[in-house]
């Protein structure tokens, strides 16, 4: 993070603009409505800021630049057509350590004039480090359009009943789990349709009818997806923003894991080869503990819970226990490298069906289906193989697939780092040795990785086919 996000208040302090032009007209304009007291220091102004000097809405100084008094500012914004003039209102604003934004030219000032979503008094900023201030303001109208009016008018509802919510609700979860309720239910839909006296009615009703601490928690089972955060659905982001604990394993991809509650606890109990932080059966125990202390918990997978994620165990240990609980589909590994790898896994000239099957060794050895797997026209898709990967070669050609069969690795999928190997069960091995993939690695096996270089459309950051030279360290398999 390059800035640190703040609301400054300025209301009734003297802010200080330099320069008279549009350009100065609309900080200007931003000032007044966070209710600044604004002066404006400039030669001449433009006609928007005549009128408003005419209107008594802001002192106007006609003096130039180097002549304006900066002591005792607020804040200062350097908005004129010379770029060496804001840089010296710059300089001397930093000498007084007063905050001084300078148009145009970032890196000059000390902080940055957002684009502003304004719901007051809710208010929504959006920045990007003055890298591109249109794709600020692009981002911006997307979150207009998902941000109803509304949302100004439920900020003082709840605000009138804060207080109240406090004396009535002495624990801070209870307060929060009670603050989400309401702000995700019928009140808040009342207060959007312009139903404010039912709104205040029904919120009255919640708050004398709420359930103290003390009641049972939730566990919500979510899949984060192979890596991009954009795959994930919509009800598993609500519901990892509502979570008070988050358990995570180790193949949820960070991005994934920020778009969580950022005061929620967060426990990892992640599991790599021979090393885990902790076993299965406890985590069982854990996830129960927790809800049973009245915390919504959201235990988070890479993938899909039911696919290779043993969410089925996790939810029998649940309902033995009698914890109320969900499960949150999520984008598996194989559809996502697949999809982002351009290898369809079924097609109607290659394969009719798909497999998917574990290539985590277990003692040395693989108890799969070979006979089965080695059947035509079918895709095999190995979560977890990366280490087996020779015994999945030698099996395959054991059981009659052929050394020219096609083979793709895909390592860290649907990510920036995404990666891309292909081969052919006769060569595969080799490439291994050169490249040095790591996991997490899925792997391929089928007529259709044929058509990944005709079909690649995902483009990461350190994609490479075989034959790449790009260096990638080593690392163990789970």
């Known amino acids: 993070m390059d800035y640190l996000p703040i609301f400054l208040n300025i209301e009734n302090r003297p802010c200080l603009v330099i320069g008279g032009g549009e350009v100065a007209a609309r900080k200007v304009g931003l000032l007044l409505d966070a209710g600044g007291e604004v002066t404006v220091v400039a030669p001449e102004l433009c006609e928007a800021l005549s009128a408003r000097a005419e209107a008594g809405e802001i002192h106007h100084q006609p003096t130039a630049h180097d002549e304006a008094r900066l002591e005792n500012s607020a804040l200062i914004i350097a908005a004129t057509s010379d770029p060496e003039a804001n840089r010296q209102v710059a300089a001397r604003a930093r000498e007084l350590n007063i905050p001084v934004n300078v148009v145009d030219d970032p890196h000059d000032g000390s902080f940055i004039m957002p684009s502003i979503i304004d719901r007051s008094p809710v208010v929504a900023a959006v920045f990007t480090g003055g890298a591109s201030p249109v794709l600020a303001r692009l981002i911006r109208a997307r979150l207009e359009s998902l941000i109803p009016a509304g949302y100004g008018r439920l900020a003082e509802l709840t605000s009138r009943f804060r207080e109240k919510v406090k004396r009535t609700?002495?624990?801070?979860?209870?307060?929060?789990?009670?603050?989400?309720?309401?702000?995700?239910?019928?009140?808040?839909?009342?207060?959007?349709?312009?139903?404010?006296?039912?709104?205040?009615?029904?919120?009255?009703?919640?708050?004398?009818?709420?359930?103290?601490?003390?009641?049972?928690?939730?566990?919500?089972?979510?899949?984060?997806?192979?890596?991009?955060?954009?795959?994930?659905?919509?009800?598993?982001?609500?519901?990892?923003?509502?979570?008070?604990?988050?358990?995570?394993?180790?193949?949820?991809?960070?991005?994934?894991?920020?778009?969580?509650?950022?005061?929620?606890?967060?426990?990892?109990?992640?599991?790599?080869?021979?090393?885990?932080?902790?076993?299965?059966?406890?985590?069982?125990?854990?996830?129960?503990?927790?809800?049973?202390?009245?915390?919504?918990?959201?235990?988070?997978?890479?993938?899909?819970?039911?696919?290779?994620?043993?969410?089925?165990?996790?939810?029998?240990?649940?309902?033995?226990?009698?914890?109320?609980?969900?499960?949150?589909?999520?984008?598996?590994?194989?559809?996502?490298?697949?999809?982002?790898?351009?290898?369809?896994?079924?097609?109607?000239?290659?394969?009719?069906?798909?497999?998917?099957?574990?290539?985590?060794?277990?003692?040395?050895?693989?108890?799969l289906n070979w006979h089965q797997l080695a059947q035509p026209h079918q895709t095999i898709v190995f979560y977890m193989g990366l280490m087996g990967l020779p015994v999945i070669v030698e099996k395959l050609q054991e059981h009659g697939v052929p050394a020219d069969m096609p083979i793709a690795l895909v390592q860290q999928g649907t990510t920036h780092l995404q990666r891309v190997f292909t081969g052919t069960l006769e060569n595969i091995l080799e490439i291994v040795e050169k490249e040095q993939p790591r996991p997490p690695t899925l792997i391929i096996v089928g007529e259709v990785v044929k058509l990944h270089e005709k079909l690649s459309w995902y483009k990461g950051e350190r994609q490479a086919r075989q034959g790449a030279t790009s260096p990638v360290q080593p690392g163990t398999e789970l």
């Open 169 to 367: 609700l002495a624990n801070p979860d209870d307060r929060r789990r009670f603050w989400d309720r309401i702000l995700q239910g019928s009140v808040a839909e009342r207060v959007f349709s312009g139903h404010m006296e039912e709104a205040e009615a029904i919120l009255e009703k919640e708050l004398a009818e709420f359930s103290p601490s003390g009641g049972m928690g939730e566990v919500y089972l979510v899949g984060g997806g192979p890596g991009d955060p954009d795959l994930l659905t919509f009800r598993a982001l609500r519901l990892m923003q509502q979570a008070d604990v988050v358990v995570y394993d180790r193949l949820v991809a960070k991005p994934v894991l920020e778009m969580c509650r950022r005061d929620a606890q967060r426990i990892y109990v992640g599991k790599e080869r021979d090393r885990h932080a902790m076993r299965q059966e406890e985590i069982n125990a854990l996830l129960a503990k927790l809800a049973k202390e009245g915390k919504r918990v959201v235990r988070l997978k890479g993938g899909d819970p039911f696919i290779f994620g043993r969410g089925g165990e996790e939810i029998d240990t649940l309902a033995e226990e009698g914890v109320p609980f969900q499960v949150i589909p999520g984008i598996t590994a194989a559809s996502g490298c697949a999809t982002y790898s351009g290898i369809p896994l079924t097609h109607r000239d290659y394969a009719q069906s798909v497999t998917f099957v574990t290539g985590h060794l277990k003692d040395g050895s693989m108890d």
